[in-house]
């Protein structure tokens, strides 16, 4: 029966050849590669959630009653797209767990590409010739970012509302093109017209899923292209050949449990750990805030940045220049891509390698990018972390005001803190090392001499 | 697709291993050969079954109307369905299939006979041209031009020049304040120590301009700016409610039960914790904000209601490049 497929299949499409290539495909084997396997069959679990969803839900603003099993929201005044949520996660089979295992996914989507990325940037994969693959991961966690944030917008319950209503404000800062630029997204003052939860809705489950879809395959065939990086963890292991497990049949069962491994936590926690209970929050109306409003983690620095900028805005004369929110809303997350986006160069500039690398280094053996690296994450996260000092106000009576002028100084004190720590850390790991491999050495020749003796 | 695919292939593999011959022994293997272990295999099969049962489980739950509240078992059944099949693939990669580690040559840096072929080429196909540069510019020309023309439609994505619209309200003198009920507001209602939410009568309530936090403070406490001595009748405190940064509702009142720890009262912003202080005309003293909160003026109408006295003290909402030089107006 095999044998009939093969011969199927080669006759037809000619696959054979590429067919024994694509399952003896090499794949050096690393705990830390698994990482983007991880960020893919979250995808997978999103596309066929968000598929299940996409049959209940309605992208619609136009106000209606809730009439169902939740007492508390029944005879409420609200929109449709909030109803078909609340309906949805009540009174359709499997509606609850499909939409909690849709939204874990995303959250554990893009937890996965920023450790993946931290990988990348730690291990110097990025390098000559993987600069391109690394460019279209880093779009991906761009667009992953929007796709979530619209995702959950699109609900329209109370929190969701809120979060649009910062967006629309980081929209309208931009300088000067800022009010016409919020004016054609919305389609008018906020909260916009009507269309905008059409715009929001296909983007959120057509255009920004296949782009994403089309530049993991673009990434993927990189990745083959180009052959797995590897670590030089055995004299076997150089810049010329590659080491691993074929794809078959060594390979692909693991892959695939890993697959079903992903899915099965993420449905796990879709049973087990709530998640956006939207019905708690209400429907969003303007006039209307929930009070210690936190988004889903991956907007934690953006909340973070824009709670820590000082209140001005840059006035000439009686003339605003640049609103407020521009500088934690666009200009931060702008600063901190463009970081992304410019590393492989600016490293390459500074330290003069131009060369090609199959090879990567573990973090210890670049001290410098690592302590970069180290110096850029802690900016960014400790952001993140200031975007919870309200939190930490409630629970830990810390004032928030304090904490927050300390975070205004200690977002530039702490990377160069990182740096130096970083940068030490590793230098001391290659001295141990260094020094273990001495010590080996002397007990060795120690050794020979004693039983020469 | 093509771990699909050879996952397929893998259980087809394993579903016909035991009745197929053995194939005659070929003296050069591709994978090397390994001792079956039947343990591992009885296993494996458990696995399988265990994680078809959960699978089945979970049809049975959506068949049957009769569970009430199906999430929890749906969620286990699916999760532990899905949990044996991971642990079983691991099982089977682990102790089953042969894992060889194999190497193979990294491809080739570059082409350089492909690289030159691809120059001569583009260079031998363009011979015939003279004017190289004024073609390309003029075809290059062409096609940006109809790129933007194509794109030019998406202006009707919405009012991209009228500008004015952000700066109206519904709010113009006499207009009745009403609560979230649609009652008006009478100003008898307003104590002290607490805020009220208050709308434009008659009004879309779902627009910037709309939503009002009122407050009270002793007459003795107040200090407006001029000319807005006499907004706040009995010193009743009307406000935009959308926050001048990044546009969420007020809705937090810090009102100090001990002065020693908070000196003023104070109306904050939940999202990014901008502070207006209500006494003086919404002035920021904390965070991000960069204008002060719109006061709007407030008369006391024939039996105690609440009535606007004309529109807000500046734009409402979060800011725009030239935003101070937009009077609020009132809809035609």
């Not at chain 2, 390994?34 to 696995?47: C, H, K």
């Not at chain 2, 959506?62 to 749906?74: C, E, F, H, K, S």
């Not at chain 2, 003795?220 to 509702?249: D, F, M, N, V």
Request: hydrophobic fraction near 45%; proline fraction near 7%; charged fraction near 15%.
């Amino acid at each position: 029966m095999i044998r009939r497929a093969v011969r199927y299949l080669d006759r037809r499409a000619g696959m054979a050849p590429a067919l024994k290539k694509a399952l003896r495909y090499v794949f050096p084997d690393h705990w830390s590669f698994l990482l983007g396997e991880v960020a893919m069959y979250a995808f997978f679990v999103l596309v066929a959630t968000g598929v299940y969803l996409t049959l209940f839900f309605e992208d619609s603003t136009a106000p209606t009653h809730y009439h169902g099993p939740y007492k508390p929201l029944d005879g409420m005044e609200m929109s449709h797209a909030y109803r078909s949520a609340v309906d949805l996660s009540f009174s359709v089979k499997a509606g609850l767990l499909m939409r909690q295992t849709h939204h874990w996914a995303a959250d554990v989507f893009i937890a996965a590409i920023v450790l993946h990325l931290i990988r990348i940037l730690c291990t110097g994969a990025f390098r000559k010739p993987r600069e391109l693959t690394y460019y279209i991961g880093v779009t991906m966690l761009l667009l992953a970012l929007l796709e979530g944030y619209l995702g959950y917008s699109l609900v329209d319950d109370l929190l969701s509302g809120m979060g649009l209503a910062i967006g629309y404000s980081v929209a309208l800062s931009l300088p000067f093109i800022g009010p016409n630029f919020a004016a054609l997204v919305w389609g008018g003052p906020f909260p916009g017209s009507g269309a905008f939860w059409s715009r929001m809705y296909i983007a959120h489950v057509l255009i920004l899923p296949i782009l994403i879809g089309g530049l993991l395959l673009t990434h993927l065939a990189l990745v083959a292209a180009r052959h797995h990086t590897q670590f030089r963890e055995s004299p076997r292991h150089t810049e010329r050949r590659v080491v691993g497990v074929p794809t078959f049949p060594g390979y692909a069962p693991r892959s695939l449990g890993l697959a079903c491994a992903v899915a099965a936590v993420l449905f796990l926690l879709g049973w087990l750990v709530q998640i956006n209970p939207i019905w708690l929050w209400g429907p969003y109306h303007i006039g209307s805030s929930t009070n210690g409003a936190q988004p889903d983690w991956y907007l934690g620095w953006l909340i973070g940045a824009l709670r820590l900028v000082p209140g001005f805005d840059v006035v000439i004369g009686h003339y605003t220049v640049i609103p407020n929110p521009f500088w934690g809303g666009a200009l931060f997350p702008l600063l901190v891509f463009g970081a992304l986006y410019l590393w492989p160069r600016l490293e390459r500039r500074l330290s003069g390698d131009y060369a090609f690398h199959n090879l990567v280094e573990r973090p210890r053996d670049n001290p410098l990018r690592t302590a970069a690296a180290s110096a850029f994450l802690t900016w960014v996260a400790l952001v993140f972390v200031a975007g919870s000092a309200d939190r930490v106000a409630v629970y830990f009576g810390l004032s928030y005001v304090g904490q927050i002028w300390f975070y205004r100084v200690f977002i530039w004190v702490g990377p160069a803190i990182a740096f130096f720590i970083a940068k030490r850390v590793c230098e001391e790991l290659v001295a141990g090392e260094h020094a273990e491999k001495v010590r080996k050495a002397a007990e060795e020749r120690a050794k020979a001499v004693f039983e020469q003796a | 697709m093509r771990r699909l695919f050879d996952w397929l292939v893998a259980m087809i593999v394993l579903l016909l291993g035991r009745r197929r011959r053995k194939p005659p022994e070929v003296e050069e293997r591709i994978v090397p050969h390994a001792p079956p272990d039947r343990r591992a295999e009885t296993v494996l099969i458990f696995l399988f079954t265990v994680s078809a049962v959960c699978a089945g489980g979970f049809i049975a739950v959506v068949a049957l109307d009769r569970i009430g509240n199906q999430t929890p078992y749906l969620g286990l059944s699916l999760g532990l369905s899905l949990a044996f099949l991971a642990a079983a693939l691991v099982l089977l990669a682990k102790r089953l299939v042969v894992t060889e580690e194999i190497d193979e040559p990294y491809t080739p840096v570059e082409h350089p006979v492909e690289q030159a072929e691809l120059d001569e080429l583009i260079a031998e196909s363009g011979e015939r041209f003279t004017r190289k540069r004024l073609v390309t510019m003029a075809g290059a020309g062409a096609v940006g031009t109809l790129g933007l023309a194509l794109a030019a439609p998406l202006v009707s994505l919405g009012p991209v020049f009228d500008l004015e619209s952000f700066a109206t309200t519904p709010w113009r003198r006499g207009r009745l304040l009403v609560g979230e009920d649609g009652r008006p507001l009478h100003a008898d209602e307003i104590e002290e120590g607490t805020f009220y939410t208050a709308y434009a009568a008659h009004a879309d309530r779902e627009q910037l301009g709309s939503p009002l936090v009122l407050v009270r403070l002793p007459l003795s406490e107040l200090h407006l700016p001029s000319p807005r001595e006499r907004w706040a009748p009995q010193g009743i405190l009307a406000y935009s409610k959308i926050c001048t940064h990044a546009g969420c509702a007020i809705s937090l009142y810090r009102y100090p039960l001990y002065p020693e720890a908070e000196p003023r009262p104070a109306l904050v912003c939940p999202c990014h914790y901008s502070t207006f202080d209500p006494a003086t005309g919404g002035t920021v003293i904390f965070g991000p904000a960069g204008r002060p909160l719109p006061q709007l003026p407030l008369a006391v109408g024939s039996r105690g209601v609440l009535r606007a006295a004309g529109n807000f003290s500046g734009p409402v909402g979060p800011s725009w490049s030239g935003v101070r030089d937009h009077k609020p107006s009132s809809p035609a």
